[in-house]
DNA sequence: CACAGAATCAAACGGTCGTTTGAAAGATTG
DNA sequence: CAATCTTTCAAACGACCGTTTGATTCTGTG
């Protein structure tokens, strides 16, 4: 009796033990496992990490309150589980769509364009059937959580597949200095992050009015802005030794 | 006895009660004043509001826990007081600058790239004698906070400036649909909040090589890239009725 | 059915939070 | 000095936090 999954807070491994048991006992688990990381994104994403407090969580589930350390071993390792869900996909579909650019444009490199888009699209589409704007927030929000938190987060979900694109943006723009394009990247990090927290203080600037721009045309509307700026002309010599 | 300064929390009148006075009695408030503001300044950024409490501040700032309720009023009446000295005077040198701009170029418009000169360089260029990073940090990482939080502080801070240059950008480009601008306008405060927030998970990307960049070449490098992104041709036509 | 393991539950743990209180200390004016 | 106001202080308030515990219920197997 006891602590049978805890050991999930500090185990690293890979895979959930009970979706590898072969054995199904687990009907209200799965439930319940679920309607707490519908809860948790729900509330991370109004009020932030620390301000969802896992009662709320587990309030808004209609769970236990010790169900979150029984499945997740403890709060951290529920975000844990929340971004392995959701920015996951993400950022498998984005390498997808980069690996399948690359390999139709032969030997050379794919466009800064396509390969921007390559970036952007999975992070705004990315429906998975229910309210898109809660699924896009969840990422924004994070990255305005403490650095101390959201630092190694971060580089657990998105360094490897950032420096990726990175390297094939550099492929593309091969006449732009390493370190200017690394900073434009990172411009369009922001721009994107900003446009996925959205709601907060966007919306209120203008009214309503500027809310209304469907998932699609906001696609086109980033891409265009950060197609643009990140193929400007490179400053003039301003640095040597771009190492 | 009790309570003389408190009502500032509900009080929106301007002025500072204590600077207002002419009597001098302020030989050490001032100080533990100060003292807290500059505390709270930097546990606000390397934790967030939230994650900064109270104790942590005036436990840095050598003073009684007390003393920030005297003073402030409450915790938020001490991220208002700090946001009006910090934000404060950015953005009356942002006007300053947008206003002088405006009236150097005669009956026509300054150019789009002059208005953002004079909205991102005041941001990020404003030292104040101290760590230039940690004045920047504060307004990145507050709009990382919960929007019911963060919202009515944006508006009050920033809200009319923000309005204010999306009309100049309009005279500037006025062939750009409106909506399309102001678009473009988030997506160039999305960059510059990622950048001025940006210690977070930036650097630790590419390690340090990418903090190297000086104020001023960060300047020239987040106007080159939002310049060109603002100035990108319009998409087409999108959508009519402007409203 | 008996029995193991998985899952849920109510209750409490120690701790920290923002805020309040009322008295002590300091400064200012007559 | 005495009176009055401003400022500091230690201590506590009630509330909420993440986490743990141990019993209880549910579930599927032999």
Redesign the interface.
């Known amino acids: 009796m006891g602590v049978p999954a805890n050991q999930r807070a500090t185990d690293s491994s890979a895979g959930d033990p009970k979706a590898g048991d072969s054995k199904a006992a687990c009907s209200k688990a799965l439930d319940t496992k679920q309607r707490i990381l519908e809860a948790a994104e729900a509330l991370f994403v ?3 990490f ?2 969802a407090s896992l009662r709320a969580v587990t309030g808004a589930a209609g769970v236990n309150l010790a169900a979150v350390h029984y499945h997740f071993g403890s709060k951290e390792g529920l975000l844990h589980a929340l971004l392995d869900q959701h920015v996951g996909p993400i950022n498998q579909d984005r390498l997808e769509r980069l690996l399948r650019l690359e390999a139709a444009s032969a030997p050379a490199a794919p466009s800064a364009e396509a390969v921007l888009r390559a970036f952007i699209e999975p992070a705004l589409m990315r429906e998975r059937g229910r309210d898109p704007q809660r699924v896009r927030s969840l990422l924004g ?1 994070i ?6 938190l ?2 190694p987060l ?2 657990r979900e ?2 490897a597949l ?2 990726r694109f ?1 390297e094939a943006l550099e492929r593309s723009l091969p006449q732009l200095p390493r ?2 394009l ?3 990247f ?10 996925i ?1 959205g ?4 919306a ?3 009214g309503p ?2 809310g ?2 469907s998932t699609e ?2 696609v ?3 891409l ?10 490179a ?1 003039a010599s ?2 040597e030794g771009t ?1």
Do not use: C, K, M, T
């Open positions: 109004e009020r932030g620390s301000g929000r990255y305005g959580e403490p650095p101390h959201v630092g971060v580089e998105f360094g950032g420096r990175v370190d200017e690394r900073w434009r990172q411009f369009v990090v922001g721009a994107l992050l900003y446009v927290s709601n907060a203080g966007l209120l600037q203008f009015e500027l209304r721009a045309e906001l086109e509307l980033l265009g802005f950060v197609e643009a700026g990140i193929g400007a002309p400053r301003r640095a190492e």
